[in-house]
Structure formats: structure tokens, C-alpha cells
């Protein structure tokens, strides 16, 4: 495997942008409070956007900033504006999927660089060179190719980066593009507006003699718009032989969770510290739908999840680590899921102390008192481990049964 491929992240707000850079992410990607395709996710304003921006580059990271809506005539009047205000904060680059968002881009905008959105649809190596051709440095490629049209594409244009998506959330629609949202709902999902109508419950209805008569699914279920979830983790070697730069992480609207665990097991596989056994273990301990591979194999007919809308995952979220402690001291903790003294935690971290179990014995409160049952939400504990804690590392725990 390239030892240098890019692990890049979805970062949603400022919290999820710090959680991914601490789990291992080389660069995150995030939205703007205009032009994004993800406008339900809390996104960055201006002030948001160049702290962020800053953060990352003090660690040696990258941030992309989405632009990528399918733009109308009305939006180009700020569009300028806002691409040379990313260049003066100096982003490292810009996605964009029109090609007329793209001209503006590159006139008020020089130094920017510029990627070429998956919403472009690039499912070919004569589309990757046009893209390329116009300034592009960076195409994010279509979720729909194989790994040999990948290489294909590397081939034709050796000097392009090629992006590709190896986890996540995919789409009922070619490449995105959709108007389900648009019909049932009235927003709009190519201007960042979509309500997740494919994630829906749905029921089938005929029309009788006596008026609407039920016609269910069979056994399988009814979220028959509903897909399965990529996970790519076991093939990353041959996407980074086919000539992938840099693998994606689908998520700005998934918790910080979700994305230390899914950032975790993919930097730990290409650190070659995690078995893609242990990674397949570790990525269900997220919330999750079914995985496949989507098309990396050629054409496949089963990617939809008909059973319902996501599976819970084998581990719940228990608390956020605020102030680390060495190992036997108590580290000052969040609570987000409940939990009690007698209870087995275990830790995700991106150091040594990941997969270390405890059972809690000791924890209290900030003004010394000991608690019992951590239930108040968001309540600050002070807990004591045997495991050496970071700020940043997260407590989980196993559902019951599991």
C-alpha cells in the first residue's frame, strides 16, 4: 500500500473536526454556512471556518471546504466573494461540482486549489481529464466505478488526484442525485436540503372496489429506498494499486462517535496496527446499515437494506474524556449515555490505552461527592481507571446482551 494515501474525514461541526484530527485523520472535509450540500449539518461560519482552518494546519492537517451545490443564477453574486475569502484563509482547497462555480472559483480565486465533487459524476477517464484540463487538481470519483476503472483512470491521468469513498452512508441515486427529497418534501438535496426520504419507511397501497386496500411488502421489510453502507476496509491496498489517493469517510451529519470509531479503525489499518479481522469487528461497533463493497467488483444487484432504516451498533457511546489522567488516577469525564458504578466500560483512543476495559469502581461529581449512576445528562464525573486517558478519548460500553 502507498505509504502516504490520505485518510480524510467528514468534520460537521468543531467538536466532530477536533475528534477526527485527534483519531488520525490527515485532512477533514466541511461545509460553509452557504453553497454546501449538507445545510442540516451545523456547518462553519466565516469566524467558525478560519479557526478551524488554523487548528488543522497547526497540526500538520488539511481542511477542504465544500462548495458544491448545483448552482442557480441568483447564487453567484456572493460566490466570488466567498471563494476569495477561503483563499485569504488560506483553505487548502475547495470542491466544487459546477463547472460555471468553477470559472468564478478560478478568477477570484487563483491560489486555491480546486477538487471536483463526487455530485460532478466523474465515472470516466475522459471526464477526470476534462476536469483536470480546467484547473482541477483533484477529482473526487463517482461511488458507482470499480477498481479497475480507477486504474484505468489513474492511467489516463497519472498527474491527477484521485479521491475515492471507502465508508459510509450511500446514496439510492446515480451519484447523488436526487429528487426524492425535493417531491415528498419540498427541499431540495442538490442545494444541501435533503431529508433522507431513500432512509423513509414505506408502504405500498392498491387502490379496491371499497377504497384503499394495504398491499405490504413480503419479509424483507419496507425501506425498499433504503442503501447499504459502504465499507471498503478490507480492500484498501488494491484502491491505493489502482491509484486512490485519498480515501474518504462519508459523515458530516453522523456523531463524533461514529467518527472516532470509523477514523480509528481505518488509521489504524493503514498504520498496520489493526488486522481487517479486528477492523470488521470495529466498525460494527458503530451504528451502522448492512456493508458491501458497492460496485468495486463490477456491477452488483443486492446494495439495498431492506431490513430497516440503520442497526444499532454492538457498543453505546458512555462519555467524552475532558482531562486525562495516567493510569490509576481519575480523569475528569462527560457523561452522554448512562451508566453505573459496577458497569464495564472500554476505551477509544487513537494511543495504546484503545480496547482497555474497566469496571467502574469509583466516580464523582465536581464537587467531590460520589456518584453511583451516572444519569444526568452531560453531567462532568470524575472517574478512576486503570488505563492511562487523554482528552479526547471517548468511553463506550456494551448494550446489554451483547
Request: aromatic share 10%.
Given at each position: 500500500?502507498?505509504?502516504?494515501?490520505?485518510?480524510?474525514?467528514?468534520?460537521?461541526?468543531?467538536?466532530?473536526?477536533?475528534?477526527?484530527?485527534?483519531?488520525?485523520?490527515?485532512?477533514?472535509?466541511?461545509?460553509?454556512?452557504?453553497?454546501?450540500?449538507?445545510?442540516?449539518?451545523?456547518?462553519?461560519?466565516?469566524?467558525?471556518?478560519?479557526?478551524?482552518?488554523?487548528?488543522?494546519?497547526?497540526?500538520?492537517?488539511?481542511?477542504?471546504?465544500?462548495?458544491?451545490?448545483?448552482?442557480?443564477?441568483?447564487?453567484?453574486?456572493?460566490?466570488?466573494?466567498?471563494?476569495?475569502?477561503?483563499?485569504?484563509?488560506?483553505?487548502?482547497?475547495?470542491?466544487?461540482?459546477?463547472?460555471?462555480?468553477?470559472?468564478?472559483?478560478?478568477?477570484?480565486?487563483?491560489?486555491?486549489?480546486?477538487?471536483?465533487?463526487?455530485?460532478?459524476?466523474?465515472?470516466?477517464?475522459?471526464?477526470?481529464?476534462?476536469?483536470?484540463?480546467?484547473?482541477?487538481?483533484?477529482?473526487?470519483?463517482?461511488?458507482?466505478?470499480?477498481?479497475?476503472?480507477?486504474?484505468?483512470?489513474?492511467?489516463?491521468?497519472?498527474?491527477?488526484?484521485?479521491?475515492?469513498?471507502?465508508?459510509?452512508?450511500?446514496?439510492?441515486?446515480?451519484?447523488?442525485?436526487?429528487?426524492?427529497?425535493?417531491?415528498?418534501?419540498?427541499?431540495?438535496?442538490?442545494?444541501?436540503?435533503?431529508?433522507?426520504?431513500?432512509?423513509?419507511?414505506?408502504?405500498?397501497?392498491?387502490?379496491?372496489?371499497?377504497?384503499?386496500?394495504?398491499?405490504?411488502?413480503?419479509?424483507?421489510?419496507?425501506?425498499?429506498?433504503?442503501?447499504?453502507?459502504?465499507?471498503?476496509?478490507?480492500?484498501?491496498?488494491?484502491?491505493?494499486?489502482?491509484?486512490?489517493?485519498?480515501?474518504?469517510?462519508?459523515?458530516?451529519?453522523?456523531?463524533?462517535?461514529?467518527?472516532?470509531?470509523?477514523?480509528?479503525?481505518?488509521?489504524?489499518?493503514?498504520?498496520?496496527?489493526?488486522?481487517?479481522?479486528?477492523?470488521a469487528r470495529e466498525l460494527d461497533?458503530?451504528?451502522?446499515?448492512?456493508?458491501?463493497?458497492?460496485?468495486?467488483?463490477?456491477?452488483?444487484?443486492?446494495?439495498?437494506?431492506?431490513?430497516?432504516?440503520?442497526?444499532?451498533?454492538?457498543?453505546?457511546?458512555?462519555?467524552?474524556?475532558?482531562?486525562?489522567?495516567?493510569?490509576?488516577?481519575?480523569?475528569?469525564?462527560?457523561?452522554?449515555?448512562?451508566?453505573?458504578?459496577?458497569?464495564?466500560?472500554?476505551?477509544?483512543?487513537?494511543?495504546?490505552s484503545f480496547g482497555g476495559r474497566?469496571?467502574?469502581?469509583?466516580?464523582?461529581?465536581?464537587?467531590?461527592?460520589?456518584?453511583?449512576?451516572?444519569?444526568?445528562?452531560?453531567?462532568?464525573?470524575?472517574?478512576?481507571?486503570?488505563?492511562?486517558l487523554c482528552a479526547g478519548d471517548?468511553?463506550?460500553?456494551?448494550?446489554?446482551?451483547?
Open positions: 500500500m502507498k505509504d502516504k494515501t490520505e485518510l480524510l474525514a467528514p468534520a460537521g461541526n468543531f467538536e466532530k473536526l477536533k475528534t477526527a484530527l485527534y483519531f488520525g485523520a490527515d485532512a477533514v472535509y466541511l461545509g460553509g454556512k452557504s453553497f454546501s450540500l449538507r445545510s442540516f449539518s451545523d456547518n462553519f461560519d466565516r469566524d467558525e471556518l478560519k479557526s478551524a482552518i488554523d487548528y488543522a494546519h497547526a497540526l500538520g492537517r488539511k481542511v477542504y471546504v465544500t462548495v458544491n451545490i448545483f448552482a442557480r443564477n441568483k447564487d453567484f453574486g456572493a460566490l466570488a466573494e466567498y471563494f476569495a475569502s477561503l483563499q485569504s484563509m488560506q483553505a487548502d482547497a475547495a470542491l466544487v461540482t459546477d463547472a460555471g462555480v468553477l470559472a468564478v472559483a478560478k478568477k477570484a480565486a487563483p491560489a486555491l486549489p480546486l477538487h471536483i465533487s463526487t455530485q460532478a459524476n466523474t465515472t470516466n477517464k475522459y471526464a477526470a481529464k476534462f476536469w483536470q484540463e480546467q484547473g482541477a487538481e483533484r477529482v473526487v470519483l463517482a461511488r458507482e466505478l470499480s477498481i479497475s476503472e480507477i486504474g484505468e483512470i489513474k492511467d489516463f491521468c497519472p498527474e491527477l488526484e484521485l479521491e475515492a469513498f471507502v465508508h459510509g452512508a450511500m446514496c439510492i441515486s446515480y451519484s447523488g442525485r436526487c429528487l426524492l427529497s425535493n417531491y415528498l418534501a419540498g427541499r431540495d438535496s442538490n442545494r444541501g436540503e435533503c431529508v433522507q426520504a431513500c432512509r423513509w419507511k414505506y408502504y405500498l397501497r392498491a387502490e379496491g372496489k371499497d377504497g384503499e386496500i394495504s398491499a405490504e411488502e413480503d419479509d424483507r421489510g419496507t425501506y425498499i429506498f433504503n442503501s447499504k453502507d459502504l465499507n471498503m476496509s478490507a480492500h484498501l491496498a488494491e484502491l491505493a494499486a489502482a491509484g486512490v489517493d485519498s480515501f474518504k469517510i462519508e459523515g458530516r451529519m453522523k456523531s463524533a462517535y461514529y467518527v472516532a470509531t470509523v477514523v480509528n479503525t481505518y488509521r489504524r489499518l493503514l498504520d498496520g496496527t489493526m488486522t481487517e479481522e479486528d477492523a461497533t458503530a451504528a451502522h446499515r448492512d456493508y458491501t463493497q458497492a460496485y468495486a467488483f463490477g456491477a452488483n444487484a443486492n446494495t439495498v437494506h431492506y431490513a430497516d432504516s440503520q442497526a444499532a451498533g454492538t457498543r453505546i457511546y458512555a462519555a467524552n474524556v475532558l482531562e486525562g489522567a495516567p493510569a490509576g488516577g481519575a480523569a475528569l469525564i462527560e457523561m452522554r449515555n448512562r451508566f453505573r458504578i459496577g458497569e464495564e466500560l472500554e476505551i477509544l483512543s487513537p494511543t495504546g474497566f469496571t467502574v469502581e469509583e466516580m464523582r461529581d465536581e464537587e467531590g461527592e460520589i456518584v453511583l449512576d451516572a444519569k444526568r445528562v452531560q453531567q462532568k464525573l470524575r472517574i478512576f481507571c486503570p488505563y492511562e471517548l468511553l463506550r460500553k456494551r448494550p446489554k446482551g451483547v
